[in-house]
C-alpha cells in the first residue's frame, strides 16, 4: 500500500482559520489573486489550494454554499464536473504532469477541511514527487511559489471565462 503523507499539513489544521466560508468568494477580502482564484463562473469556482501537495493543486467548487452532491441542480453538476475537466487539461498542458489524483472529501471523517462547502482537490503527481525530503524530514519540497502557478495558470481559466 502506497501511503501519502502530509506533515506540512498541520500549519493548516492546527492554524487559526480565516473567518468565513473560502469557496463563497463574497465573504472575501482582497483580489482574485490574493484568494488565489484563477476562475468565477456563474456557477462553479476554481481556485488554487493554499496549503498544496504538489504545485497546481487546484480546488473545484460550485458557487452555491452546499455540503453534498444531492444539493446541487443538474445544471451545477454538469458545471462542475466540466470545470474539473477543463482544469486537468490545462494544469496537463502547462506542467505536463504525469498523472493526477482527483477527489472529494465528504464529511470530516472523510478528510473534508471545509466540509460546509463541496469542493473537489485535483492534484498533479509526476514519478518520484515523493522525495527523501518529505520521509526523513517531514519536509514538503514544492519547487515552485503559489503566485508564480498562478501566473502560470491564470491565463488559460482567463480564456475559459470567454467562453462561458
Not at 460550485?62 to 446541487?72: E, G, I, K, M, N
Amino acid at each position: 500500500m502506497d501511503i501519502l503523507w502530509a506533515p506540512w499539513r498541520m500549519e493548516y489544521i492546527l492554524g487559526e482559520k480565516e473567518p468565513g466560508c473560502i469557496f463563497c468568494p463574497h465573504t472575501r477580502k482582497g483580489t482574485d489573486e490574493d484568494n488565489l482564484i484563477l476562475f468565477k463562473g456563474r456557477l462553479t469556482m476554481v481556485m488554487m489550494n493554499k496549503f498544496p501537495y504538489n504545485n497546481g493543486h487546484l480546488l473545484v467548487s460550485p458557487l452555491r454554499h452546499v455540503s453534498s452532491l444531492d444539493a446541487l441542480t443538474p445544471e451545477e453538476l454538469t458545471d462542475l464536473m466540466l470545470k474539473i475537466r477543463a482544469s486537468l487539461k490545462f494544469v496537463k498542458q502547462e506542467m505536463n504532469p504525469d498523472g493526477f489524483n482527483v477527489g472529494l472529501n465528504i464529511g470530516k471523517v472523510a478528510g473534508a477541511g471545509v466540509e460546509q462547502h463541496l469542493h473537489f482537490h485535483i492534484v498533479p503527481r509526476w514519478n518520484g514527487d515523493t522525495s527523501f525530503m518529505t520521509v526523513l524530514g517531514e519536509v514538503r519540497v514544492i519547487p515552485e511559489h503559489l503566485k508564480a502557478t498562478y501566473k502560470r495558470l491564470k491565463p488559460y481559466f482567463d480564456k475559459l471565462k470567454e467562453e462561458e
